[in-house]
């Protein structure tokens, strides 16, 4: 179904959890994998995915369709990634470096991820960015959003996104010559 359909589901009369579960199914694992980019973490992704979800159905009855539902989820899914990974960093009273180094560890410990020596060292190499430029490379990258979509995410310029994209690229290459 289209965003526009799922809507319209959700607005008539006793439709709403029929609709919402929808929209979980619809959304649910590409939001997973956006936020275990993210955090590293299976643990910690379908904790935050459960809570972005709590959100959107608490704001889905005043949602305004400015933007598509689609990005909604993923600004909702972002925010609370970036959240949780401030709080984390504030706890810990962690440097970027040291911060960058924990989820490394986190993503070496997860018996989930199953991917090559290769992958896991491109893994590794986002973990180093910076917050920003680590969103806009997944979203990019893996998510294969256009940077239109991640502006209306991320409210920010097409531009900036097309900068922190390039920067994020040029430190990943740098990364993976060190690592590999």
Do not use: C
Request: hydrophobic share 40%.
């Amino acid at each position: 179904m289209s965003d526009k359909e799922l809507l319209e589901l959700y607005r008539e009369e006793g439709k709403q959890h029929y609709a919402f579960n929808l929209i979980v199914k619809a959304y649910g694992e590409r939001l997973y994998w956006h936020l275990r980019k993210l955090v590293a973490s299976h643990d910690d992704a379908n904790d935050l995915l459960q809570n972005s979800f709590v959100k959107a159905w608490d704001a889905l009855p005043e949602f305004r369709e400015e933007s598509r539902l689609y990005t909604w989820m993923y600004r909702i899914a972002t925010n609370e990634a970036l959240t949780f990974l401030k709080r984390k960093k504030a706890r810990a009273f962690l440097s970027l470096t040291d911060y960058s180094k924990q989820l490394e560890n986190k993503l070496e410990a997860d018996p989930y991820f199953n991917g090559d020596a290769t992958q896991k060292a491109l893994h590794k190499a986002i973990l180093k960015l910076p917050e920003k430029q680590r969103v806009v490379f997944n979203m990019r990258y893996f998510d294969e959003m256009k940077y239109e979509e991640i502006s209306e995410v991320l409210g920010t310029s097409v531009g900036a996104l097309k900068a922190s994209y390039h920067h994020a690229f040029q430190k990943i290459q740098v990364s993976l010559q060190e690592l590999l």
